[in-house]
């Protein structure tokens, strides 16, 4: 029988030392935060437990958890009111715009706020009386705490909105499809504003409560893709958005994260600018100061 080899113990590569180093380093370093990604705006990434009910046409649909509930080709003839455990909004098929966008303050670890607290007054497309006639709901899906909806117009425009019930993350997102730029304007709700993040030099939205045993900062931040900002004040923003493009809502750490930021795409947006992995988060902003 031939001997055994013995295994010599060799040394760890420098290189590897390094970024074993670095990433020590990374987690140990105080005042810095680590976030899921997700700088698209988009419906992935935020915490669970939401259950979103929708009324369209004074009827009020909440399927069962895991079920799916559809609805096509409806005409609406009222506001479709959208209610869930952390989120709630209404979307007008007069303007197609999201009006009283609110975190309803439920208990949860992530919760940025204890009671009912409008984030957004309103966010509105800009469209003509021709791009807005004959509005249909061309499809809306519903399961647990995701809602889709595209409303369809006459002239062949489309604009798709998507939400997710969940406290905070990227959970909002509003969509065009009109063959034009749209402009979009935000207003925000009582009491917040627009600022300068001292920590990012990025602006972010927020009412400039700190954070307590109770509640996290509330931090939140308008998210373009294929959209320019036309003018900002402490309480409005208003945007161009190219058809295909779209604005997206992000609330807690994922708004202050030290990422790069959504790309210029107007198709699977979503899937492809999600950061895979995670990313530093900086401290809460100290003394924010509304813009202007």
């Not at 303007?95 to 009671?115: F, N, S, W």
């Not at 499809?139 to 998507?162: H, I, M, P, W, Y």
């Not at 994922?254 to 210029?264: F, H, R, Y």
């Amino acid at each position: 029988m031939a001997p055994t080899a013995q295994r010599a113990t060799r040394p760890l590569p420098l290189r590897l030392l390094l970024v074993l180093l670095l990433a020590l380093t990374a987690l140990l370093s105080p005042g810095t935060a680590r976030a899921s990604g997700g700088d698209d705006g988009g419906t992935q990434g935020a915490a669970a437990g939401g259950d979103f009910a929708v009324t369209v046409n004074g009827r009020t649909t909440n399927p069962g958890a895991g079920s799916e509930y559809r609805l096509r080709d409806t005409t609406p003839t009222s506001p479709v009111a959208v209610r869930g455990r952390h989120v709630t909004f209404t979307i007008d098929p007069a303007t197609l715009g999201v009006y009283d966008y609110a975190l309803t303050g439920a208990p949860d670890p992530q919760r940025m706020v204890t009671a009912p607290t409008v984030v957004f007054s309103s966010k509105v497309p800009v469209l003509t009386a021709a791009q807005l006639r004959g509005v249909r709901i061309g499809e809306l899906r519903l399961r647990d705490d995701v809602l889709v909806v595209t409303f369809t117009t006459a002239s062949g425009g489309k604009l798709k909105v998507q939400a997710k019930d969940a406290p905070q993350g990227g959970i909002f997102q509003m969509e065009q499809e009109f063959g034009v730029a749209v402009e979009y304007v935000h207003t925000l709700g009582p009491g917040l504003f627009y600022f300068v993040n001292e920590f990012t030099g990025k602006v972010n939205l927020g009412n400039g409560v700190a954070g307590d045993a109770t509640h996290q900062m509330l931090l939140g931040k308008d998210s373009p893709q294929v959209a320019t900002r036309l003018s900002l004040s402490a309480t409005t923003s208003r945007w161009s958005v190219a058809s295909g493009g779209r604005m997206g809502g992000v609330l807690g750490e994922d708004a202050v994260e030290l990422s790069a930021g959504a790309t210029n795409c107007t198709s699977d947006c979503q899937a492809r600018n999600r950061i895979q992995g995670s990313v530093p988060v900086p401290p809460d902003p100290t003394s924010p100061t509304p813009i202007g």
